[in-house]
């Protein structure tokens, strides 16, 4: 089906549309990591990796409560082989804040350096998953990140059995390490959790 006509056809849905969760069973630890900043003025949020909005709806939802807050997610949300964007635009428009939304379509490693230093409070890495990926994504962020902010990568424990270089953990431990006593380790199970405490 063309993007265009399924767009058309979301219009009619009165509820939330998605073909895949791999998001709820992080909810309750979401809850209990960024309650702080609920309702936060001028809160700014980047997710990286959003496919149809599922996390980014939690996050307008739960975090970004308040009107001066902002959600960037990017994605290059690939066509044809799998069109997320018709689903993500929808759903974002459900919460009723698609205003406080940027979507920068494009991939992680071109779009990052556009966004300026030092500008985010929470940053959600979920977009390429080869270690290569996360691992440019991990040292933009850290650039993009306020002191004191918190950054967080899903998927440390994603895929075992596969090659180092086609998945997440590596990447991310080698980050951990580079970081060093400029970060807090707070969490690491299938997420790993960190705060910047220094440049
Ligand atoms: C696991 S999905 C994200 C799921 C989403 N965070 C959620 O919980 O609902 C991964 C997304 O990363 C995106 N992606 C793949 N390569 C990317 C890149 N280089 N930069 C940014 N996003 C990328 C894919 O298009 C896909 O939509």
Redesign the pocket.
Known sequence: MREKQFERQLRHVRDFSYTSD??SYNYSNWETWFAPYRSQPNLRIL??????????VWFLQHILTHPSAQLVC?????WPVNP?RPRFMHNIQLTGQASQVTLVQE???IALTQLPPASFDII?I???HDAI?VLADGIYSWELLKVGGLMLF?DYLWEPDQPEHSRCQRAIDLLLKQFGARKTLIHQGYQALIRKDAD
């Open positions: 791999w998001t997710e990286i990796g959003s496919f149809e909005g599922r996390s980014a990017v994605d290059p949300m690939p997320p991939r992680s490693e959600y979920d977009g390429a990926n899903d």
